[in-house]
């Protein structure tokens, strides 16, 4: 077997090996909020229940399309009305620790902010452990681009080597700017380089989220603050170029939403809750574009376990990235 600087994806589902709870804030409503994340059975998938509305009526399944609201973050809902919202940094976590399978209980309409990245969910499902599934993991295997565009906002999904994101915001005379930034999502990246990345927001925004209601549980504890060329917060940032890791972040907590990793390269201008769930709902009727591929293949067609990629093949992925380069 050939030494690669790739892990072999894993091939089966995971789940946690133990429960989770906390008790948090929720960023908008301020509530405390008691979070169980549970192990799950193979094939259950991510499923939000809300401790607090009766059952037969308090399930949410983590998917594109129980999207009910991407005005100020990503809400999910189910058909009685029930919703539960900041799901993406949570969801972001689960994808980035490899659980395909958990059930987590909340007893408000929110996840706690906690510090505003997903490093606490990292650190808590790390410490639990997680377990392999005995059943086989699939993946949406992209082989040709998918695109939403929303005036100079754009998505796209291109077949790739690996699966990899590559963000770019612009906030012009900010403390923010213009940032770009490419990540493989490969061994350690989400926790290395995405996983501690904070929300942010803008100093005039906040008293206007305020006189709404918003951002009740929102300080400098959970969020960074920009107030024009400043950066309010005294410890500074995590990463230079924090904001764009966290756009990233969140992305990937959205693009969890497909159900199934997605092994391709999501690209993106000044993308946001809103243009991912239309990403994923042109995904999902594009069934030409990708094929539902278990792990195991994919690997071994990638040549990740076993090299036998044909030249053909690496043609492919190197005109899509190619083609990618030339637009940004
Ligand atoms: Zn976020």
Redesign the pocket.
């Known amino acids: 077997m050939k030494q690669t600087a790739t892990s072999p994806h894993p091939v089966t589902q995971r789940t946690l090996r133990e429960s989770i709870t906390y008790v948090g804030v929720g960023l908008h409503s301020g509530q405390k909020v008691s979070l169980s994340i549970r192990p799950a059975p193979a094939n259950n998938g991510v499923v939000f229940i809300r401790k607090d509305i009766e059952p037969g009526k308090n399930m949410i399944p983590a998917r594109w399309y129980t999207v009910t609201d991407t005005s100020l ?1 990503t809400t999910l809902g189910n058909e009685y009305g029930v919703n539960i919202s ?1 799901v ?2 949570l969801l ?1 976590a689960l994808h980035g620790c490899g659980v395909d399978n958990a059930i987590i209980e909340v007893d408000g309409p929110e996840i706690p902010i906690m510090d ?2 997903s490093a606490p969910f990292v650190n808590m499902i790390e410490k639990v452990g997680t377990h392999d599934q005995d059943t086989t993991r699939h993946a949406i295997w992209i082989q040709s681009p998918i695109e939403v565009q929303h005036g100079d906002r754009y998505a796209l999904l291109l077949p790739s080597k690996s699966p990899r994101i590559t963000v770019s915001i612009d906030f012009p005379n900010t403390a923010i700017g213009f940032q770009t930034y490419s990540v493989e999502l490969v061994n350690e990246a989400f926790r290395h380089d995405v996983a501690r990345a ?2 942010f927001g803008f100093s005039e925004q906040i008293e206007q989220l305020k006189t709404l209601g918003l951002a009740r549980g929102g300080s400098l504890r959970n969020a960074v603050l920009v107030d024009g060329a400043r950066i309010v917060n005294e410890e500074g940032l995590r990463y230079s170029n924090e904001f764009v890791r ?2 990233i ?2 992305c990937l ?1 959205d693009l969890s939403l497909a159900g199934v990793p997605i092994y391709g390269h999501y690209y993106a201008n000044k993308p946001g809750h809103e243009l991912n769930t239309a990403l994923l709902r042109k995904l999902f009727e594009t069934r030409s574009a990708w094929s539902y591929i278990p792990v195991e293949e994919y690997n071994r067609l990638m040549g990740i376990e076993e090299p036998n990629i044909t030249s053909q093949e690496i043609n492919m992925v190197q005109e899509a990235s190619d083609s990618v380069s030339a637009r940004g």
Do not use: V
């Open positions: 973050s900041t993406e940094h972001a505003g990245s904070r929300t966290h756009k972040l969140d907590g």
